[in-house]
């Protein structure tokens, strides 16, 4: 029987990631991606000294409640609303997450969308698969979009992702606006080229807004009803963020009621369900909760969460010093 720590990895990654767990830990991976309730969970980490897992799985007093084993859960993301840090702590188990190695490729996906929103991508490729163009002749004002060159990119939330989302924009010579709780230095000001101003301003001078905040119960519906109601006719929205940020009910009446003129969404309330009215409009670009889905990324990302797990059992190249804790008081009971 091994006598080294044993792990989990909730679902499938890549083999060289696994390969270099198996070098130090008894690995158990999942072969399949797959939901559990939060019975399973609780049976899965009793038996483990540590786990990967994703955003998906919920993890909670419920779900840790007599659990003397447990050290570390590596959270697979940048996000760790899945996570209940306070209970994690109380257990006296590490919670970690992967920041940063995703900021410039989650930069490149909203630009994406936004381009995509913005000159109708997603309309115009389902009208041509359908066969349309083939049987008729377009008018010279069809499928009429929105420029992004020269116009205003508003950015809520500027963190590292936005701050790289906003220096793109220098090519595209746009204007750039931010709002933060806190104003950045200047230095910062200025490699960005962007410049602070309230949320009001913000919405209401935007052209194309993206949002890239964390999700807080503060920052639920951070864009509701309201807040759309201060955008331009024109404006375009994107959501690289969470899902709860943006009100989608109220998303989808602004969109169907052409308040707003067009958004792309990679997050969701309630994902992965998506809400109907959403599903049912052409003016918006939805994508699965997938702007960090390059493979060097995600690569990164999965090395990142392993070189997590192996620190905080005392193992692998950063022993004893996980590089991204969330809560690393915790380590000073162990």
Known sequence: MSDKPKVWVSRPLFADVLDYLARHV?????????????????????????AILG?????????????????????????????????????????????????????????????????????AERWL???HWAGSAMRFDDWLGVDIHGKTLGVLGMGRIGQAIARRAAGFDMRVLYHNRSRLAADIERDCRANWVEKDTLLSESDHLILVLPFTPANRHAMGAPELARMKPSAVLVN???GGIVDDVALAAALREKRIGAAALDVFEGEPSVHPDLLALDNVVLSPHIASASEDTRRAMALLAAENLLAALGLGQSAGHPPTPLNPEVMDRW
């Open 129 to 131: 698969r359908a066969g």
């Open 240 to 242: 690289v963020a969470r």
């Open 26 to 50: 008894e690995v158990e991976v999942e072969s399949e991606e797959s939901t559990r309730t939060a019975a399973q969970l609780r049976q899965r980490l009793a038996v483990v000294d540590g």
């Open 55 to 123: 955003l998906s799985e919920r993890v909670g007093a419920d779900v840790l409640e007599g659990n003397n084993r447990l050290k570390v859960i590596a959270n697979l993301g940048v996000g760790f609303n899945n996570l209940d840090i306070d209970a994690m702590t109380g257990a006296g188990v590490l919670a970690t997450n992967t920041p940063d190695v995703l900021n410039e490729s989650v930069a490149d996906y909203a630009w994406a969308l936004m381009l995509a929103a913005a000159r109708r991508v997603g309309a």
